[in-house]
């Protein structure tokens, strides 16, 4: 099995301070600059599970980068150059303690949410009636706050964000603009790849009053999404879906009694589920991308991260 990356503890010129989140190691560089180190650990339930899962990183870094580029004059986002294929460094930006979700799709939480009775979701009423994978009329705007580590996201409406100040109200109407837009762009690049976009996480910083678009964007661990070929045919017979995602993950985890919840333990996790979960991106990777995935060479993946960032902030 290939080396997989599950933490970095470097120290750069500069270095301000450190931030390790579920997945992603974060060096602030004088305020400056964030530098991004995408590793292969792997969450669910807002739990990094033991194993990392190999080129995941990779994966999510080259994907985000893509997307990033392709939706820059819709808003301004954060990348300023990609030295290392597991690495992104970008402008720092003052985070909107928010997340936007944006829902094309009644699936994941949102269908467990409704089939044990919830007819709203983030003040965002639904009708009854809905199926399992049924598109809605138009995508729903479904925000979360940003928790700190360890603790649960938690959804929250339009008004409840404004009310509490979390994010102004000119600022916020612009992130609902911003993120529908987003999200409109995404599915159309989806679409030209046999893929739909089903849903998806976006978050946004502001830099000298200007909103940016940050961190990930249309990757596997940010969004779902089906095989468009059979869509229809599997959602009349109340199949599930095809689908490139995390939610295999979710629902393996399940299998073996985990959700999460306080008291559930982690089940061991096999060599050849983390080779079928790694597997599984590098599909995604190619499927969104249409290009074929180069898998970096991993023999000293710390060494050959800490030097690619080295030398570009020497430049």
Not at 17 to 44: E, F, P, T
Not at 200 to 212: A, L, P
Not at 218 to 227: A, E, G, I
């Amino acid at each position: 099995m290939s080396n997989a990356l599950t933490k970095t503890e470097f120290n750069f010129p500069g270095q301000k301070s450190y931030y390790k989140g579920k997945v992603r190691d974060v060096y602030n560089i004088n305020d400056d600059y964030l530098v991004m180190v995408v590793s292969d650990r792997i969450s669910a339930f807002d739990v990094v599970l033991p194993k990392g899962i190999p080129y995941k990183g990779q994966v999510l870094n080259q994907i985000a980068s893509k997307f990033l580029d392709a939706t820059s004059d819709i808003v301004p986002n954060w990348k300023i150059a990609t030295p290392d294929p597991n690495v992104t460094v970008g402008h720092f930006c003052e985070t909107f303690p928010v997340e936007m979700i944006v829902r094309g799709y009644l699936t994941g939480s949102s269908w467990r949410l409704y089939k044990n009775g919830g007819r709203e979701i983030c003040g965002v009423a639904l009708p009854e009636g809905l199926k399992e994978h049924q598109a809605f009329p138009e995508p729903l705007l479904t925000p979360t706050t940003k928790a700190e580590q360890g603790l649960h996201d938690e959804n929250i409406s339009r008004e409840e964000i404004i009310r509490q100040g979390l994010v102004s109200e000119e600022d916020y109407l612009e992130l609902e603009r911003i993120s529908l837009e987003l999200f409109k762009r995404g599915s159309e690049m989806a679409k030209e790849m046999g893929l739909i976009l089903v849903d998806t996480k976006y978050e946004f910083g502001k830099k000298d009053g200007q909103i940016y678009l940050i961190d990930e964007i249309h990757t596997p661990d940010s969004s779902r999404y089906f095989y468009a070929d059979g869509y229809q045919e599997r959602f009349d017979k109340g199949e599930n879906q095809k689908q490139l995602s995390k939610e295999f993950v979710r629902e393996w985890l399940m299998e073996n009694n985990f959700q999460g919840r306080t008291g559930d333990v982690l089940p061991e996790i096999p060599d050849d589920f983390v080779n079928q979960v790694s597997e599984r991106y590098i599909e995604l990777y190619e499927s969104i991308t249409g290009e074929k995935f180069v898998k970096s060479d991993t023999s000293k993946i710390e060494d050959r991260i800490e030097t690619a960032i080295n030398d570009f902030l020497k430049k």
